[in-house]
């Protein structure tokens, strides 16, 4: 079974930067490469992704502070964070989309004020 492996996440303070890393455990045929957050009391949204051939998408809330970026031979995924703000606490996930669908476990960022 292929398992999802993050880290990199943590405490912050506002302005700081964090970066993400998401690992497949085994060979995957993913198409894109997508992270998602999950706040206390809110919906799970998606925060970016990425095709395996590059193109990208960013939420609103996050554009021009945080890149996605990948390395489609190490079934590796990455998502740098800048300009921390404390709405951007949440658990963040990974997600693989291919034939099936990979999450990862969760992984906390907490930003403080």
């Known amino acids: 079974q292929v398992q999802l492996v993050e880290s990199g996440g943590g405490l912050v303070q506002a302005g700081g930067s964090l970066r993400l890393s998401c690992a497949a455990s085994?060979?995957?045929?993913?198409?894109?490469y997508s992270w998602y957050r999950q706040a206390p009391g809110k919906q799970r949204e998606v925060v970016a992704g990425?095709?395996?051939?590059?193109?990208?998408n960013y939420a609103d809330s996050v554009k021009g502070r945080f890149t996605i970026s990948r390395d489609n031979a190490k079934n590796t995924v990455w998502l740098q964070m800048n300009s921390l703000k404390p709405e951007d606490t949440a658990v963040y996930y990974c997600?693989?989309?291919?034939?099936?669908?990979?999450w990862g476990q969760g992984t906390q960022v907490t930003v403080s004020s």
């Open positions: 997600h693989f989309l291919g034939r099936q669908h990979y």
């Open positions: 085994g060979s995957i045929f993913s198409i894109k």
């Open positions: 990425i095709t395996s051939g590059g193109s990208t």
